[in-house]
């Protein structure tokens, strides 16, 4: 599915759909990434829940939903 985790990326909790790619030393928790989205390296999503909610989609239950195609820079 062409997913790429780069080095020292933290993944837990979530669900990357095909052709995601998280840079090195990125942090992903409790989120959904829809299609080809692409982290950069040392961004953070689901660290900063309030951050989150100016940028993306977020669940009552906190998990953080990026739609398709988005780039997330640190």
Known sequence: ???HVGAGAFID???LMP???IGDRAVVRNAILDKSVIVDPG???GVDLERDRQR???SEGGVVVVGKGVR???
């Open 13 to 15: 909790g979530s669900v």
């Open 72 to 74: 997330v820079t640190a």
């Open 56 to 58: 993306f989609t977020v």
């Open 43 to 45: 961004a953070q999503i």
């Open 19 to 21: 052709s995601v790619k």
């Open 1 to 3: 599915y062409d997913v």
